[in-house]
């Protein structure tokens, strides 16, 4: 179903049509069309730019903390890590939250990671929880430990995310499901088993 939150750019596609239509009709009916019909679609883009800015959607909430792990990993930030986890956090390496990020204060020891492409693969969107598919590509930095067995990594993580009482959305569980394309969990996480 379509929905304005979801699709604001398409006031911006009608005001242009309505924009066309009205400036024709005044190149034919100069007398008929004045010059504040000409306000409409610029009135319509206004509102389209306004509801895009003011209304963030759940997919919109999502995307975001997805992409503010990313960069707090990226970062090597494990502070603005534990920000995007849910209180109750929890995967299949990890028992808590306070594990996750023991774990990444380990891993995450400054020079580690030059870069991270990630690119999400799939989003499922329920009331209270999502599921994002994400495949990363990880540039180690020249002068980290890891660029001795690997320069590049190809990870292809999913993540639940779970929407709070506050209404924001933070990542309950993160499951490493392939490393260069070959079945993976977190066990597989330790460099030296690159």
Same mark, same amino acid.
């Given at each position: 179903?379509?929905?304005?939150?979801?699709?604001?750019?398409?006031?911006?596609?009608?005001?242009?049509?309505?924009?066309?239509?009205?400036?024709?009709?005044? $190149?034919?009916?100069?007398?008929? /069309?004045?010059?504040?019909?000409?306000? +409409?679609? @610029? *009135?319509?883009? =206004?509102?389209?730019?306004?509801?895009?800015?003011?209304?963030?959607?759940?997919?919109?909430?999502?995307?975001?903390?997805?992409?503010?792990?990313?960069?707090?990993?990226?970062?090597?930030?494990?502070?603005?890590?534990?920000?995007?986890?849910?209180?109750?956090?929890?995967?299949?390496?990890?028992?808590?939250?306070?594990?996750?990020?023991?774990?990444?204060?380990?891993?995450?020891?400054?020079?580690?990671?030059?870069?991270?492409?990630? $690119?999400?693969?799939?989003?499922? /969107?329920?009331?209270?929880?999502?599921? +994002?598919? @994400? *495949?990363?590509? =990880?540039?180690?930095?020249?002068?980290?430990?890891?660029?001795?067995?690997?320069?590049?990594?190809?990870?292809?993580?999913?993540?639940?995310?779970?929407?709070?009482?506050?209404?924001?959305?933070?990542?309950?569980?993160?499951?490493?499901?392939?490393?260069?394309?070959?079945?993976?969990?977190?066990?597989?996480?330790?460099?030296?088993?690159?």
């Amino acid at each position: 179903m379509w929905n304005i939150y979801e699709q604001p750019w398409t006031l911006l596609i009608i005001a242009v049509v309505i924009f066309l239509v009205l400036s024709a009709l005044r $190149s034919f009916y100069p007398e008929k /069309i004045r010059r504040m019909n000409i306000i +409409v679609p @610029l *009135l319509i883009a =206004i509102l389209g730019l306004a509801i895009d800015f003011a209304v963030k959607t759940d997919q919109e909430k999502i995307k975001a903390v997805v992409k503010q792990a990313i960069n707090a990993v990226k970062n090597e930030d494990v502070d603005a890590l534990g920000m995007t986890l849910a209180a109750d956090y929890s995967d299949s390496f990890h028992q808590s939250k306070q594990a996750l990020l023991s774990y990444a204060r380990i891993i995450l020891v400054p020079p580690f990671i030059e870069n991270i492409y990630a $690119s999400i693969l799939d989003t499922q /969107i329920s009331e209270k929880t999502a599921e +994002v598919t @994400l *495949l990363n590509r =990880i540039i180690f930095d020249s002068k980290s430990n890891i660029d001795t067995y690997t320069s590049v990594l190809l990870v292809k993580a999913k993540l639940i995310i779970e929407k709070q009482p506050d209404d924001k959305w933070l990542i309950k569980q993160t499951e490493i499901l392939t490393i260069n394309d070959r079945p993976a969990g977190w066990k597989d996480t330790d460099y030296r088993s690159f």
